[in-house]
């Protein structure tokens, strides 16, 4: 049986993609999957959960764009992974290993590299993050969300690019809304918005829902996952907040009329995978490369979302959505078109073929 190994991690939006991949992998070829992700954070308890694939914690520094002393430490702590991973790899001997990116990728990636392992890699944005700019260095094979993104690789990389939109697990395509009301608590007559603060807190979102709850609730049951931020405001039957909704998500996902949240490329292709329109309000500012902006963008021009770019025009846009019912299925239908590529099973193949030398039908 052959091993492939996978790596990724750091937050969330770096490792359910690469699971999407490895679940659509196992049924195409017999394979045991590994992931090395960070021995610190959320990596392995995500990893673990989803059954059948063993985790490797190995250190990792994050990659920053800014001067930082933090930098010259985190230093220490790339090459600690490096050794950690070759360690690893060589044991393991895995047939290639795929990249889903973020920080915690790059000293596995240049691990494989340097035993001679292809590395495939992913990018889920319009703009490379700098840890797939540096994978890309060590990588046979580079796939990306976007066609756009294509041209911002070098033109010697090109002909090693696969657009194949951003993988996203099959619970999304196979949900539920019945289970998702079930699990939710919400009657059938009533409309859902689904308030997606993230898996950490997004404080900007948690806070306009706050604010604007009275006015929310009186369209929507409001159901918010507010992340692992601090959280006093009462639940209701018209507003139903969630630290993490977790395994349940493509449920209650699949229930909601419109979702609301930032567009990290997880939360947008999931939404997309659904059929949902979307209200969306991208990080930006000095502290972003300004990635969720692009996301955004191209979704509004897909017609799928409405971007929020003055939040205090939240309630009139969300209320403008909630009466007019023509304009919500239009968007529903542009969000499916974009989301029907199953990126997933795009790559999977691609990955099988590489291994066995077969091309998957």
Not at 45 to 73: A, H, M, T
Not at 341 to 360: L, N, Q, Y
Request: aromatic letters at 8%.
């Amino acid at each position: 049986m052959v091993t492939i190994a996978f790596t990724g991690g750091g937050t969330g939006g770096h490792i359910y993609p690469g699971l999407a991949v490895a679940g659509a992998l196992k049924k195409s070829v017999d394979c045991r999957i590994i992931w090395l992700g960070s021995d610190k954070g959320m990596d392995a308890s995500i990893v673990k959960k989803d059954g059948g694939i063993e985790f490797f914690g190995v250190p990792s520094g994050k990659l920053r764009r800014y001067v930082s002393f933090q930098n010259v430490l985190d230093i220490f702590k790339i090459i600690a992974g490096f050794f950690a991973a070759r360690k690893i790899l060589k044991k393991e001997k895995p047939g290639l290993l795929f990249s889903k990116g973020g920080f915690v990728s790059v000293p596995p990636v240049v691990a494989a590299f340097s035993l001679n392992i292809p590395v495939f890699a992913h990018e889920s944005d319009f703009s490379p993050g700098l840890a797939t700019k540096i994978n890309s260095l060590f990588s046979k094979r580079i796939f990306t969300a976007y066609q756009d993104t294509v041209s911002q690789f070098p033109a010697a990389y090109h002909h090693k690019i696969t657009i194949t939109g951003n993988p996203v697990r099959d619970a999304f395509r196979t949900a539920d809304k019945k289970r998702g009301r079930a699990f939710l608590g919400v009657e059938e007559k009533d409309r859902i918005l689904l308030a997606l603060g993230g898996s950490q807190g997004a404080k900007e979102i948690n806070d306009l829902v706050r604010e604007h709850l009275d006015e929310l609730t009186k369209w929507y049951v409001v159901v918010h996952q507010t992340g692992q931020a601090e959280w006093d405001a009462p639940a209701s039957e018209r507003y139903k907040p969630y630290r993490y909704i977790d395994e349940d998500m493509p449920h209650a996902l699949a229930a909601a009329e419109l979702a609301l949240g930032r567009s990290g490329a997880g939360t947008v292709w999931e939404c997309a995978v659904a059929g949902k329109p979307m209200a969306l309000i991208p990080l930006r500012g000095s502290g972003t490369r300004g990635d969720q902006v692009e996301n955004a963008r191209f979704f509004e021009k897909a017609g799928a979302a409405v971007v929020v770019n003055e939040t205090k025009r939240l309630v009139e846009i969300i209320a403008g959505l909630a009466a007019d019912g023509e304009k919500r299925a239009a968007m529903a239908r542009a969000s499916l078109a974009v989301g029907v590529r199953d990126g997933a099973r795009i790559i999977a193949d691609i990955i099988a073929a590489e291994i066995t030398g077969k091309e998957v039908k």
